[in-house]
């Protein structure tokens, strides 16, 4: 448990304790589960008035043969970053809806009157009529939105860091 706590991997617990993998991975599902749902109801928020908090969404755990072609396995984690006070949260997502990512998600985990950057995304439209103050960037032309400034470099490379170095199955499930 303290070294689940630590956060090393399931595979290095097993190789440290002399203890099979899968025999690991099922003693430390239910402190995962409970420590996911302490989280979920714990009515964690991010942001407020004066703050900005940028949002993506990626495919996790999936890896394109040459970098080519679509990606097709993996979960899709949905990731929350705070400016200035490197909160995080990240969720795997069954997928990635309005219902999902805003109702769900963005209404229960951001507080009203936070500036939330993001991409443009379709589902994120109706963020301004949420009561948020929503600006994105469009990455197809821009990193960095010219205008506004907006960009959501942050949370992408937490989530990048996430893609590489977390095991997936330690994220809050929705």
């Known amino acids: 448990m303290f070294l689940w706590a630590m956060q090393i991997s399931g595979s290095k617990i097993a190789r440290l304790t002399s203890v099979s993998e899968p025999t690991v991975i099922r003693a430390l599902s239910e402190p995962r589960t409970i420590c996911c749902n302490k989280v979920l109801n714990a009515g964690i928020k991010l942001g407020g008035l ?4 940028e949002i993506d969404e990626s495919k996790f755990g999936a890896k394109r043969k040459y970098k080519r072609g679509r990606v097709s396995e993996g979960p899709w984690v949905f990731g929350v970053v705070e400016r200035g006070s490197q909160k ?11 219902e999902t990512l805003v109702h769900r998600l963005i209404t229960t ?5 936070t500036v939330i950057y993001s991409d443009q995304f379709t ?8 009561g948020y103050i929503h600006l994105s960037v469009n ?14 470099n942050t949370i992408e490379g937490v989530v ?8 997936v199955d330690v994220w809050y499930p929705v």
């Open 139 to 152: 990455h197809s032309k821009n990193f960095v939105d010219p205008d506004s400034g907006a960009h959501t």
């Open 123 to 130: 589902p994120y439209i109706p963020l301004n009529q949420l």
């Open 109 to 113: 985990h951001i507080r009203p009157g």
């Open 88 to 98: 995080v949260l990240l969720f795997r997502v069954p997928d990635r809806t309005r």
């Open 160 to 167: 990048g860091f996430g893609q590489e170095e977390v095991k």
């Open 50 to 53: 004066g703050k900005t908090v």
